[in-house]
């Protein structure tokens, strides 16, 4: 279907910065929706932020609002989780998902069907 790669995260310190990147392939023409979700140690996977495929309407976690950006580079098939003023709560690994089924919203991930293999985001304090 669609196949999703992550860039690698990082460590940062408190109050930091970290992109992620997420490069979309397969068969594209198929999503509606793409996201970001996150899990931590001990934690379920929890929804971060997700953007329409065609419409580039973009919704966030009220955990994350104001923080992080979720964005779309349509000439690089590219997904991107622009992260800033990072706290330790933000320590997860953080997944993409691609959804190709309509969907009112893409805040579950029941919502997605197809999944990157997960990059480590540590943040310090």
């Known amino acids: 279907q669609v196949q999703l790669v992550e860039s690698a995260g990082g460590s940062v310190q408190a109050g930091g910065s970290l992109r992620l990147s997420c490069a979309v392939s397969?068969?594209?023409?198929?999503?509606?929706?793409m996201g970001w979700f996150r899990r931590a140690p001990g934690k379920e996977r929890e929804f971060v932020a997700g953007?329409?495929?065609?419409?580039?309407?973009?919704y966030y976690a009220d955990s994350v609002k104001g923080r992080f950006t979720v964005s779309r580079d349509n000439a690089k098939n590219t997904v991107y989780l622009e992260m800033n003023s990072l706290k330790p709560e933000d320590t997860a690994i953080y997944y993409c998902g691609a959804g190709i089924r309509y969907r009112h919203s893409y805040s579950s991930p029941d919502d997605y069907d197809d999944w990157g293999q997960g990059t480590q985001v540590t943040v310090s304090s």
């Open positions: 953007i329409r495929w065609g419409s580039y309407v973009t």
């Open positions: 397969g068969r594209t023409s198929v999503i509606y929706g």
